[in-house]
T-cell receptor, first 116, second 111 residues
Framework: GAVVSQHPSRVICKSGTSVKIECRSL??????MFWYRQFPKQSLMLMAT?????????EQGVEKDKFLINHASLTLSTLTVTSAHPEDSSFYIC????????????FGSGTQLSVL | GESVGLHLPTLSVQEGDNSIINCAYS??????FIWYKQESGKGPQFIID?????DKRQGQRVTVLLNKTVKHLSLQIAATQPGDSAVYFC??????????FGTGTKLQVIP
């Protein structure tokens, strides 16, 4: 299957700092990528849909100014958690979509963010 | 047997037995279904998928069954191994809408 690389895998930061997470599709071009947040023992919660060359579409309740998404190329999307606070601590996962209806999702390995 | 934790139901099976993980999906219009496996600290991994025009699909050691009448999906794992221990998510999709994930089931394999 296709490979999606996500970095960093783990980050610890101080409250008030910003953290950037990268998601790269290594062997295919992804017009659409998705960003999820996952709390312990819970399912994946879609945060936003990232479309190459256009603005991201955010799910209800997700602050677009808090979670900045940039999808500047067909192989790279970034999520920046701005002015991070302890409540932003979570596991963040990206996926790159393929297929005619974006039904094939290939996931990154996730980023565990801990905000002190 | 099955137990319901704080958020995640758990299924415990003996190594070598068959596992059946169930999922109730929400949208009768969904036309594509996927099972994912997620190991601790990792992203989900595709296992098997099925379209709504089928009721059964088999892979290597895994079988997915779809019952559209009752909106039920199941994943059967034959001869369960310790490496199968993980959280399993079903997901559904309709048309060009986004993939929606179920709540997940934790599979514990007892050696």
């Amino acid at each position: 299957g296709a490979v999606v690389s996500q970095h960093p895998s783990r980050v610890i930061c101080k409250s008030g700092t910003s953290v950037k997470i990268e998601c790269r599709s290594l062997d295919f071009q992804a017009t659409t990528m998705f960003w999820y947040r996952q709390f312990p023992k819970q399912s994946l919660m879609l945060m936003a849909t990232s479309n190459e060359g256009s603005k991201a579409t955010y799910e209800q309740g997700v602050e677009k100014d808090k979670f900045l998404i940039n999808h500047a190329s067909l192989t790279l999307s970034t999520l920046t958690v701005t002015s991070a606070h302890p409540e932003d601590s979570s596991f963040y996962i990206c996926s790159a979509a393929a297929g005619t209806a974006n039904e094939k999702l290939f996931f990154g390995s996730g980023t565990q963010l801990s905000v002190l | 047997g099955e137990s319901v934790g704080l958020h995640l139901p758990t299924l415990s099976v003996q190594e070598g037995d068959n596992s059946i993980i169930n999922c109730a999906y929400s949208n009768s219009a969904s036309d594509y279904f996927i099972w994912y496996k997620q190991e601790s600290g990792k992203g989900p991994q595709f296992i098997i998928d099925i379209r709504s025009n089928m009721d059964k699909r088999q892979g290597q050691r895994v079988t997915v069954l779809l019952n559209k009448t009752v909106k039920h999906l199941s994943l059967q794992i034959a001869a369960t191994q310790p490496g199968d221990s993980a959280v399993y998510f079903c997901a559904e999709k309709w048309g060009y809408q986004k993939v929606t994930f179920g709540t997940g089931t934790k599979l514990q394999v007892i050696p």
